[in-house]
């Protein structure tokens, strides 16, 4: 189901299995599908989150306008994971494609399958590093704070900007 609104949201991805640039990019391909991407982060290498025996990731994060609905929105992207062959191990293990709705405009959701903004995602480098690069004032809903003031309290440890082709600058 889709709306004829048209809606701002934000979206975060992440792989560390396989070619990691291939599997950004194969996702921004699938998303731009039903979503018109306006920006994109660069991406960058980062340890992984949570268990830590695995290898590192790549992440970037994008933005882009939508009609779709919120719950609608998080069918797609995992549709898209699944397309491309991601397997669900175990929490936070290592994965091929991993996309997670941040931001939708500035609602607040919170359902049994979908909680916006991403739980999670204030406590994490690994999103607020590429967030803050493309969005570095925007206000977090809920929160009345810019995302630029939550990246100075998180750990930016082994984080690293690469160029399009996944090599440190």
């Known amino acids: 189901m889709t709306t004829n609104s048209q809606t701002c949201v934000i979206l ?20 731009s599908t039903n979503l018109s991407i306006t920006k994109t982060s660069s991406i960058y290498e ?7 025996d ?14 779709l609905n919120p719950l609608d929105l998080l069918t797609f992207v995992k549709d898209i994971e699944q397309k491309m062959g991601r397997v669900n ?22 359902t049994e399958n979908l909680e916006i ?5 204030l406590e994490r480098g690994f999103v ?16 009345n704070k810019r995302v630029a ?11 690293q900007k690469l160029d399009s082709e996944g090599i440190k600058k």
Request: net charge negative.
């Open 12 to 31: 975060a991805l992440g792989s560390n299995l396989g070619d990691r640039c291939e599997n950004l990019r194969q996702a921004l391909k699938e998303i």
């Open 46 to 52: 980062t340890p992984p989150w949570g268990y830590s």
């Open 54 to 67: 695995q290898p590192v990731f790549f992440n970037q994060v994008l933005s882009g306008i939508t009609s």
């Open 89 to 110: 191990n175990f929490l936070n293990g290592p994965r091929l494609i991993d996309i997670d709705i941040l931001l939708f405009g500035e609602q607040i959701i919170n």
């Open 117 to 121: 903004p991403h739980p999670r995602m």
């Open 128 to 143: 607020l590093v590429p967030l803050a690069e493309i969005e570095p004032d925007l206000v977090i809903p809920g929160t």
């Open 149 to 159: 003031v939550f990246l100075q309290k998180v750990d930016q440890t082994g984080i």
